[in-house]
């Protein structure tokens, strides 16, 4: 089982990335969903919107876009682009510091690939609680 953590065109200070990859692994059997690869790719504002355009047909900014490239719905093989644009600017409008704005992004792309959505406000009701409950497991607490 891998993950990857790649910066495209841009700089991200992800520390402590051997600690972060044994917590996906156990956030992932946490969720009873197998885990085969993982790769997340941090990128700019401009390249996710391409990607987002393209593959989604949505022209808005947005913070993530997770693709399953995987053929067994049990075992996710995944990619996360992650904008570090975003996630930038929603860590200075919700007054969180960016490092748990990134890893708040990180779960929220592994959570979609361990089946949970965002589109209703009940999904999103949950998804955010999750977020929460991984953050405050990762870090001891919030903020």
């Not at 995944?78 to 600017?89: A, H, T």
């Amino acid at each position: 089982m891998a993950i990857q953590f790649t910066a495209h065109e841009i700089k991200v200070n992800l520390k402590d990335k051997r600690k972060l990859k044994s917590f996906l692994k156990d956030l992932f059997a946490s969720e009873g969903q197998g885990l085969k690869e993982l790769h997340y790719i941090f990128c700019s504002d401009a390249y996710l919107l391409e990607i987002n355009k393209e593959f989604l047909q949505h022209d808005t900014y947005t913070d993530i876009v997770t693709f399953e490239m995987g053929e067994d719905p049990d075992v996710t093989e995944g990619e996360i682009y992650i904008s570090f644009d975003r996630v930038v600017e929603n860590a200075e409008k919700f007054n969180v510091p960016v490092n748990q704005e990134l890893h708040r992004v990180i779960f929220h792309g592994a959570l979609h690939l361990c089946g949970f959505k965002d589109k209703s406000k009940v999904e999103n009701a949950l998804m955010r609680k999750k977020e929460d409950e991984y953050l405050i497991k990762y870090f001891g607490s919030l903020n």
